[in-house]
Nanobody, 120 residues
Framework: QVQLVESGGGLVQPGGSLRLSCAAS????????MSWYRQGAGKERELVAV???????NYADSVKGRFTISRDNAKNTVYLQMNSLKPEDTAVYYC??????????????WGQGTLVTVSS
């Protein structure tokens, strides 16, 4: 019943913008920290941005100043606004929800991913 569904990916020219969305269902969205990860071809999955349950944010150095993560708890949705896109941003972008349940346990959910291609 717990699901995350990403949308908004596509083909964009260098310097362009895209906004990714991640719609959540099946759990209490506001109690989870939300993140965006990405994985380029032949590369490891890397953390792009995080937003906490109270709205604090952190970004990878490679996207700082260009990307903005936000959440709308009333809509159970997290967003990633991507500006000044570069070819190096080309990757499959994944949404992640995380909630610790105790000292050694946690709940974690992944979306299916959405492809972003930055090319002229």
């Amino acid at each position: 019943q717990v699901q995350l569904v990403e949308s908004g990916g596509g083909l964009v020219q260098p310097g362009g913008s895209l906004r990714l969305s991640c719609a959540a269902s099946g759990y209490t969205f506001s109690s989870y920290a939300m993140s965006w990860y990405r994985q380029g071809a032949g590369k490891e999955r890397e953390l792009v941005a995080v937003i906490t349950t109270v709205g604090g944010t952190n970004y990878a150095d490679s996207v700082k100043g260009r990307f903005t993560i936000s959440r709308d708890n009333a809509k159970n949705t997290v967003y990633l606004q991507m500006n000044s896109l570069k070819p190096e941003d080309t990757a499959v972008y994944y949404c992640n929800a995380y909630k610790p349940t105790g000292p050694d346990g946690y709940l974690e959910v992944w979306g299916q991913g959405t492809l972003v291609t930055v090319s002229s």
